[in-house]
């Protein structure tokens, strides 16, 4: 090979391991450190209800309708938020949602509610797949209080 060629070669070589290493090297020097921040949460927790209360979800109807039963409501309890989500057979995410009023010396309460879809008088069921996740929130004087549970229907 001619000389000429050979050094231009060297040179190329050396170049690139030069620009490398000065990357190598400017990767490695540290930042000066940042001082750290309280992070605040972003969402409230909200404490759970009273143990005492009592909440189940019950199958009727060939797995067409639920029975949500709610006992030992607290004292001074306005509204009970809830939803109910699970897995169709089709794959897709399903649920119900709804708010409950209540007296707030109201002690019981129980709903029968459709697992699908009803218009004009007819109704498409949904095929439930695996667990039915229950979320209630309690709103009253006290505050709000949440209850989340899994049940197999």
């Known amino acids: 090979m001619d000389q000429k060629k050979i050094m231009l070669i060297v040179g190329v070589i050396v170049t690139v391991l030069i620009i490398g290493g000065v990357l190598v090297v400017s ?3 540290t930042l000066p450190e940042q ?5 605040l949460p972003t969402e409230v927790l909200i404490p759970t209800v009273d143990s005492n209360v009592s909440v189940d979800l019950i199958s009727s109807a060939a797995g067409r309708e ?3 039963q709610i006992k030992n409501i607290p004292t001074g309890t306005k509204s009970i938020e809830y939803e109910l989500s699970y897995q169709t057979k089709e794959g ?4 119900v949602n709804s708010v409950i009023d209540v007296d ?3 002690k019981d309460y129980e709903k ?3 697992l699908g879809t009803c218009s004009s008088g007819t109704c498409v069921y949904h095929q439930v797949v695996g667990k039915i996740r229950l979320n209630l929130r ?5 505050g709000d ?3 989340e549970e899994e049940y197999d229907i």
């Open 92 to 95: 897709g995410l399903q649920g």
């Open 112 to 114: 029968r509610i459709t």
């Open 145 to 147: 209080k949440v209850f």
């Open 138 to 142: 309690f709103t009253g004087d006290y």
């Open 35 to 39: 001082p750290q921040e309280e992070l």
């Open 27 to 29: 990767r490695r020097t």
């Open 104 to 106: 707030g010396d109201q």
């Open 66 to 68: 639920v029975i949500l």
